[in-house]
Nanobody
Framework: QVLLVESGGASVQAGGSLRLSCAAS????????LAWFRQAPWKDLEWVGN???????????GPSVKGRFTISRDYVDNTLTLILQMHAVAPGGTGMYYC????????????????????WGQGTQVIVSS
């Protein structure tokens, strides 16, 4: 059973940095893509980026965050953990940040549509103040 639990959401000043984590139990790197999405108040869900399931584990980013956000993974207490490191956060970055997983099954490349992901976390709130 896949369980995704996000953490790390907080209030941050515009231009600052923040690190979000997603503990992904029931997920193996080679059989799942992992992604971050966000949803600003009264706006549609936006793809932030994803890490694919290939051995090289390539990462892909949405245009609004490319160059400022980085997706990586770690193992915390033997649990695969997806990290979103955010730098130079903008006021438009306020919203709920969700971790999502696609699988099981290989998923190379970029997957930017929410409908591509079968598993979702409950989200973590980020508030960016100017």
């Amino acid at each position: 059973q896949v369980l995704l639990v996000e953490s790390g959401g907080a209030s941050v000043q515009a231009g600052g940095s923040l690190r979000l984590s997603c503990a992904a139990s029931g997920v193996t790197e080679s059989n799942y893509c992992l992604a971050w999405f966000r949803q600003a108040p009264w706006k549609d869900l936006e793809w932030v980026g994803n890490r694919d399931s290939e051995a090289r584990a390539s990462t892909y980013y949405g245009p609004s965050v490319k160059g400022r956000f980085t997706i990586s993974r770690d193992y915390v207490d033997n649990t695969l953990t997806l990290i979103l490191q955010m730098h130079a956060v903008a006021p438009g970055g306020t919203g709920m940040y969700y971790c999502a997983a696609r699988g099981p099954g290989p998923c190379p490349g970029l997957w930017s549509q929410s409908r591509h992901y079968q598993h979702w976390g409950q989200g973590t709130q980020v508030i960016v103040s100017s």
